[in-house]
């Protein structure tokens, strides 16, 4: 028997109907770095439908892309709303990208409006000229135009184009498989690959996000996306949000430990995100001012392995991380790592230290050599593959057929899925090092270094070795007034990993280098080594 229920598409477009008329008094705050300026969502909706028209009069009529240049605001969340709801799609500019990354992409992507804001202009002016596909450039709050008047594109101001704008827009019906969003890749190996997110895809994550299982949002809680709204989506947290009805406190360019802390005492958020390194600061910037985080019941935290030490000070001071994890190919949430049912004590933090269990809706496998399934008894390792309504199955005009196998999603994580669905990444294909025909885990030593008192970050990476032809390097960043030295790194790592996995060359560094997205840059690292540009110390 056929099915009576309705075909009722899952769009964008509803989930901002929803959420900016159910939950119209729920607000969105925006840090301005000593206060907040606020808009309810109801006033939100209206600005979008008022944006939607304004795009429509500079010709977006289609699936053109609209590009984003922008930090974590009320505007962009209008953007986030009107752009894909318009039926237009939403390209996401990461604004920490090399110059020639970010031409590529906006050529690539074929954006033809860009929205900058005003206090981004220096860094989209040297570039401009060179995006050629874009004939609009929208500039959102005060900044300076001046560099941007010579580059052959109509400027505009974002606040003159939605007050001549109706308040009111005809959304049209849309396709929910049709493309609503796309972010690329941080490029790690050769160019950035474009994600395009369905409205399909973009419904049912945050529906899966709003779930328990993943970060239980509603109506009662406050999301603060750390984030950036350029790296995935922020993590999907504004389209969850919305959809919960949940209120949002956007940082703004405040995304320092300071302003950060005054933003969490003063607004109260319940729920917020951000990559480890960002925690970390937090909470040594907590600690040593008393600061008040208690309005956290949860923190989800992702973008690179969370160390076990940061979750366990988060615990001391009454917030609780937990780690999920995920790619831009992923939407990006897929697995988050709350402890089982009645676990406590040590059996919790087993779990927890996990990069956690799979979301309803996704399957995930662990593959061997030759392609050979594995078992998931938490003990088999090989390359981590996923399928699933969210997950992405080819990359923008590029074929790379090595990333998709038999309809699943190569991650090119290496690690282990238990019976119960809990993954545990031990390393990204490229990074672990095998040592003399064993494989050591630099995330693992990385963990392990980053308990110790004195050590603020470490970054661990396989080098050449004439004898077991690759061995661990740690580069080591410690807390300012501590003389730890390699040796008694060294020592601190006995017991806690087998003999011959203790690193021999030892590097102390200012700062861990960086991608785009705030992941340790270990190529750099690599270069540095290769190059002679690091002050190695022998220890064996």
């Not at 206060?35 to 109801?42: E, I, K, L, P, V």
């Not at 938490?378 to 074929?399: F, K, M, N, Q, S």
Request: net charge negative; aromatic share 8%.
């Amino acid at each position: 028997m056929w099915s009576t229920m309705q075909d009722f598409p899952l769009t964008i477009t509803s989930i901002m109907r929803y959420g900016t008329s159910v939950f119209g008094a729920t607000e969105v705050a925006t840090w301005t770095g000593d206060g907040t300026r606020r808009r309810t969502y109801a006033e939100v909706g209206e600005r979008a439908a008022r944006l939607a028209g304004a795009l429509r009069g500079l010709g977006v009529d289609g699936d053109q892309r609209v590009a984003t240049f922008m930090w974590n605001n009320a505007e962009h969340l209008e953007a986030y709303l009107a752009v894909p709801s318009m039926g237009a799609v939403l390209h996401t500019l990461n604004l920490r990208l090399f110059p020639d990354q970010l031409v590529y992409i906006a050529n690539h992507a074929e954006d033809r409006v860009v929205l900058v804001d005003g206090s981004l202009i220096p860094l989209l002016a040297p570039v401009l000229p060179q995006l050629k596909t874009v004939q609009h450039v929208i500039v959102v709050g005060a900044g300076d135009t001046a560099p941007l008047a010579d580059a052959g594109k109509d400027l505009h101001s974002y606040e003159d184009l939605l007050a001549a704008a109706p308040a009111d827009f005809d959304w049209p019906e849309i396709d929910e498989r049709s493309a609503a969003a796309m972010c690329y890749t941080s490029g790690t190996t050769g160019n950035p690959k474009g994600v395009v997110y369905s409205h399909r895809s973009a419904y049912l994550h945050s529906m899966a996000t709003c779930t328990g299982n993943a970060m239980g949002l509603s109506a009662t809680d406050t999301v603060l996306p750390v984030v950036p709204m350029f790296h995935a989506n922020a993590w999907g947290l504004p389209y969850a949000a919305v959809m919960a009805g949940a209120a949002l406190v956007m940082p703004d360019r405040f995304l320092q430990a300071e302003p950060l802390v005054r933003l969490i005492e003063a607004e109260r958020p319940t729920v917020a995100g951000a990559v480890p390194t960002i925690w970390s600061d937090v909470l040594r910037h907590a600690r040593e001012h008393g600061s008040d985080l208690g309005s956290l019941r949860l923190v989800p935290c992702g973008g690179s392995a969370v160390p076990e030490a940061l979750m366990r000070g988060f615990d001391e001071i009454g917030v609780r991380i937990v780690q999920a994890w995920g790619m831009t190919e992923t939407s990006p949430v897929a697995t988050v790592a709350h402890p089982p049912a009645g676990a406590t004590g040590e059996d919790a933090w087993q779990a927890r230290v996990t990069q956690g269990r799979i979301l309803a809706g996704l399957e995930i496998r662990i593959v061997g050599d030759g392609d050979v399934v594995l078992p998931n008894d938490g003990e088999a390792v090989g390359e981590v593959e996923i399928r699933g309504p969210w997950i992405t199955g080819a990359y923008h005009l590029d074929e790379d057929p090595g990333k998709f196998h038999d309809g699943w999603l190569r991650t090119g994580d290496v690690g282990t899925l238990s019976s119960d669905g809990y993954l545990v990444l031990t390393d990204r294909a490229k990074d672990v090092i095998k040592s003399g025909g064993e494989w050591i885990s630099s995330v693992e030593l990385e963990n392990h270094l980053m308990a110790h008192p004195d050590v603020i970050e470490a970054a661990v990476v396989g080098v050449p070795d004439d004898r077991w032809q690759e061995r661990p390097l740690a580069s080591v960043v410690v807390r300012d007034g501590a003389a730890v030295t390699a040796a008694e790194l060294r020592e601190f790592l006995s017991g806690r990993i087998p003999k011959w996995q203790l690193p021999e060359r030892w590097s102390f560094i200012a700062e861990v280098p960086k991608t785009s997205v705030g992941k340790f840059d270990k190529k750099v690292l690599r270069r540095r080594y290769a190059d002679g540009g690091l002050d190695v110390e022998r220890v064996d």
